[in-house]
């Protein structure tokens, strides 16, 4: 069970780490490093989300930001870096 966990974990940031391809019009998110959530939603109205669309606690964890229609991220406005 142990190698199992270790498994899938591996699996989800190794995902979570390879470059996809953008698609312009298409929702996609990128990697952006640990995030503390520290309001949410942002000034700017940006929001820190879990899966499914729930929204994330204060002083939860993110590691995604969605992309906008040119491929950047904007500035992340809902916390500050986890370092």
């Known amino acids: 069970m142990k190698k199992v966990i270790i498994l899938l974990g591996s699996s989800l940031i190794l995902a979570g780490c390879l470059q996809s391809t953008y698609v312009p019009g298409e929702v996609a998110y990128k990697w952006s490093g640990c995030q503390t959530v520290e ?7 940006s929001e820190a989300i879990l899966p499914f669309g729930f929204k994330m606690p204060i ?25």
């Open 59 to 83: 002083g939860g964890y993110t590691f995604f930001k969605q992309v906008r229609e040119d491929g950047t991220l904007s500035p992340i406005t809902t916390g500050k870096s986890c370092n």
């Open 39 to 45: 309001q949410n939603p942002g000034p700017d109205g």
